[in-house]
């Protein structure tokens, strides 16, 4: 359980530093917290009570109380959204911290690297693409 754990902070850790790079208000410490909470949780639901319950439901939680964490995050200012690429990188950091704790950590390593694509490369290619970056997000 410690391994695991260590891995979701870990894999989160990689989201957040793309993240405080680019300069964005939740960076490191958050997307660490948010995996190593979703982890913690799944495992505790799964463990922590004798085997009794659906661990699946805390699963479905833990997806929901991260999309209200995330929402804090979008603001709209002069019809521009701001925070929706770090609202759903918290999304997904959540999720593979949850993939972390059911053991499927090739499956999180593999989403962490597919994240990274998803916010480096992407962007690159839509910067040329549309000849200008995307709306600012983050």
């Known amino acids: 359980m410690i391994v695991r754990l260590s891995l979701a ?18 960076g490191i ?5 948010v995996a190593l909470g979703s982890a913690l949780f799944v495992l505790v639901s799964r463990y922590g009570f004798g085997g009794v319950g ?3 439901r805390v699963a479905a939680q833990v997806v929901s109380g991260i999309g ?19 609202a759903a990188g918290m999304w997904v950091a959540s999720g593979i911290g949850m993939a972390c704790a059911t053991g499927l950590c090739l499956v999180a390593v593999i989403a962490t690297v597919l994240a990274l694509v998803g916010l ?19």
């Open 68 to 86: 209200f964490l995330g929402a804090g995050t979008i603001i709209m200012q002069k019809q521009v959204i701001h925070g929706l690429t770090t």
């Open 54 to 56: 659906d661990p699946g």
């Open 29 to 33: 410490r958050t997307h660490f917290l």
């Open 120 to 138: 480096e490369v992407l962007g690159l290619f839509n910067k040329v693409i549309r000849g200008r970056p995307e709306e600012p997000v983050g």
């Open 9 to 26: 902070g870990a894999l989160g850790m990689v989201i957040g530093m793309e993240r405080t790079y680019r300069a964005k208000t939740a």
